[in-house]
Nanobody
Framework: QVHLVESGGGLVQPGGSLRLSCALS????????MGWYRQAPGKQRELVAT???????NYADFVKGRFTISRDNAKNTVYLQMNSLKPEDTAVYSC???????????????WGQGTQVTVSS
């Protein structure tokens, strides 16, 4: 089975930084895309950033210039470096991965449990 486990969330003051990590465990053939999403209380889940092979990155407008997504293919891990954090960045951050279990096989999506990020003074 494939699992995604996030770490690195916590409480930080406005203007501070956090680095989130998400490691994929399990036997897979390849990862196509990994990404970070967030959901604040009372709001829908929204895309934060994705990174595909290449690597090709995509960011939501509200994090451009502040957040950086990266991945370590050898470790099947994706990172989200978050700088200049704002109170409105407070949310549960979840990672996702789209992958293939074998050559020419179907594509699957998995999600992590999420990690809480709270930005407050």
């Amino acid at each position: 089975q494939v699992h995604l486990v996030e770490s690195g969330g916590g409480l930080v003051q406005p203007g501070g930084s956090l680095r989130l990590s998400c490691a994929l465990s399990g036997t897979i053939f390849s990862i196509n895309v990994m990404g970070w999403y967030r959901q604040a209380p009372g709001k829908q889940r929204e895309l934060v950033a994705t990174i595909a092979s290449g690597p090709t990155t995509n960011y939501a407008d509200f994090v451009k210039g502040r957040f950086t997504i990266s991945r370590d293919n050898a470790k099947n891990t994706v990172y989200l470096q978050m700088n200049s954090l704002k109170p409105e960045d407070t949310a549960v951050y979840s990672c996702s991965a789209r992958y293939n279990l074998r050559v020419g096989g179907a594509t699957f999506d998995s999600w992590g449990q999420g990690t809480q990020v709270t930005v407050s003074s």
